[in-house]
């Protein structure tokens, strides 16, 4: 690990601060809340309550 992290600052103090910066700027490697994945849920349960309706009438 270099010692040195320039605009940060040395040493562990330093990596602290670089990390931190990374972390808020790329997100960390979390994914991002909500999203593609509600829709679809929210389609599929619709559909769902839809055919179990139906299946009920018969």
Excluded at 22 to 30: P, Q, S, V, Y
Excluded at 44 to 53: A, D, K, P, Q, V
Aim: one cysteine or more; glycine letters at 20%.
């Amino acid at each position: 690990m270099p010692d040195d992290f320039g605009y940060f600052g040395k040493g562990l103090s330093g990596y602290t601060h670089y990390m931190q910066a990374f972390d808020r700027n790329k997100g960390g490697g979390k994914k991002p809340d909500g999203g593609k994945g509600g829709c679809l849920t929210i389609v599929l349960l619709i559909l769902l309550l839809t055919c179990f309706g139906a299946l009920l009438k018969l």
